[in-house]
């Protein structure tokens, strides 16, 4: 190669590299969004490895919680027709896409670990039992598991650090763990502009559709200032997906809420592991 | 020499071949923004209230801003004999549906429902209020840049003492999710 020809080689080359360099797209596709076959994919490999049943137990019908700064009007629950039930899975789903759940790489799903909040369990639907006692709660050394007046045990993710406390503490494993940073991996997808994405290293677990019920109660006491909130016409995504309404969600202390209604004509159950625990989250099988 | 000067012509014209086929498009600023726009012209002085334009404020969630159509409720109409109004005019009948930008400050995480603390009483210059001669813009609540700290202490009535609001929910469910 004599001279001028490298140096024509070298002209060439960073020309090229002058238009490569002004592309206005980068060439890294890695991070694509999740399609919705991939979330109902997972949810049908989730609900056909169905972990073992819980032992039920009959319990009482909850009623206004004990903790002082309860409120005496509201205490939100739910409530799963053991009856009416089929495990279909929908309710799986419909969570994922209400409150922007990930979904978990191969690896986990291989072990068998997802982040769903809901999880079939002997064939039924389980998820946190918002224990008015909640054993969470009490060993958060941060003070991001915390209980609402109106009976929802919620979750702070920016003041969550990771300890994986709560977790450890809860009897039934309802609280999942972002081992991975979903977004970075390309995992999450926002299906609901509502609800924030969390990261990685924070806990999280049914909130019971917290964000409708804050946007329902913040527009009711615009709306009729002075008027008492209870939740009426609310219900989470779950109960909303579920074509048998084998879940219903409603208000412990309102006589009128289709929860009330319907745990009165049927048993009432809870899992040995959280019975004595006051949950939110109950079962109902056979007639009264 | 003379293959080096050619090389250096060549990259130059590819530059800017690059730069004529690849140019990136100058995000189209909205017309209105050459308008300073004042919000003492706007507010009391001419009996407009703060929802007249930030239609929401009152009973919504979020207060917004201002539609094409809220403007020109009131500039259909050769309003004053200000030099700059027609420069207002002729931009405002340029620009597209939604003349302002604004980006939303509140984090995710956060709820504030604007409707739910009208109805409790709280007038939208307690927190929206500027410092004095300034005008409403730049998310300042008071010359101070919000925080949440601010919105714990009305809460739990460490502020506006004068002002008798009732106490308000403290516990994190409260305001976030």
């Known amino acids: ?288 | 020499m003379k293959y080096l000067v050619a090389g250096f012509l060549a990259l130059l014209c590819g530059f800017f071949l690059a730069d004529l086929v690849f140019r990136q498009k100058m995000p189209e600023l909205q017309p209105m923004a050459q308008i300073p726009f004042d919000h003492s012209l706007h507010g009391d002085s001419i009996g407009l209230d703060c929802s007249h334009c930030h239609g929401g404020s009152h009973f919504q969630s979020r207060a917004h801003m201002p539609s094409k159509k809220d403007c020109l409720d009131c500039h259909r109409l050769p309003l004053t004999e200000k030099p700059g109004i027609e420069k207002l005019d002729s931009l405002l009948a340029l620009s597209g549906e939604f003349p302002w930008n604004h980006k939303n400050i509140l984090p995710e995480h956060v709820v504030f429902h604007h409707g739910l603390h009208y109805a409790a009483g709280v007038q939208c210059s307690d927190c929206h209020r500027p410092l004095d001669g300034a005008d409403y813009r730049g998310g300042l609540a008071r010359g101070k840049p919000y925080s949440m700290q601010m919105c714990v202490d009305c809460h739990a009535r460490k502020t506006f003492g004068e002002k008798d609001f009732k106490p308000a929910a403290v516990y994190c469910g409260a305001c976030h999710r």
């Open chain 1, 1 to 288: 190669m004599d001279r001028r020809e490298f140096i024509k080689a070298c002209s060439v080359v960073l020309l090229m590299q002058a238009f490569a360099g002004c592309r206005r797209v980068t060439l890294d596709t890695s991070s694509s969004m999740p399609s919705l076959e991939d979330f109902v994919n997972e949810v049908k490999m989730a609900a056909s490895r169905s972990k073992p049943g819980f032992d039920l137990v009959q319990i009482p019908m909850p009623s206004a919680l004990k903790q002082s700064g309860a409120s005496p009007l509201n205490r939100f629950g739910m409530a799963i027709d053991l009856d009416a039930c089929n495990g279909c899975g929908k309710c799986i789903l419909a969570c994922m896409q209400e409150n922007n759940i990930p979904l978990s790489s191969k690896e986990r799903r291989a072990a068998g670990q997802f982040m769903h909040w809901i999880e079939m369990r002997g064939g039924t639907p389980s998820m946190c039992f918002h224990c008015g006692d909640a054993p969470c709660e009490k060993v958060c050394p941060t003070g991001a598991a915390t209980h609402t007046p109106d009976g929802l045990s919620t979750m702070m993710y920016k003041r969550c650090t990771g300890s994986r406390f709560c977790g450890a503490n809860c009897p039934v494993g309802a609280r999942k763990f972002n081992y991975d940073d979903a977004v970075k991996e390309g995992l999450s997808r926002r299906f609901n502009s509502e609800v924030p994405l969390r990261s990685k290293g924070v806990m999280e677990k049914c909130s019971l559709c917290l964000q409708r019920l804050q946007d329902h109660k913040y527009s009711h006491m615009a709306q009729f200032p002075g008027n008492e909130w209870r939740g009426t016409g609310v219900e989470t995504a779950c109960a909303g997906a579920c074509p048998k309404h084998a879940i219903i969600f409603g208000n412990w202390l309102d006589p009128a809420s289709p929860l009330v209604k319907a745990a009165k004509r049927k048993n009432i159950y809870a899992p040995a592991e959280v019975a004595a625990l006051d949950p939110s989250v109950v079962y109902l099988r056979g007639n009264r």
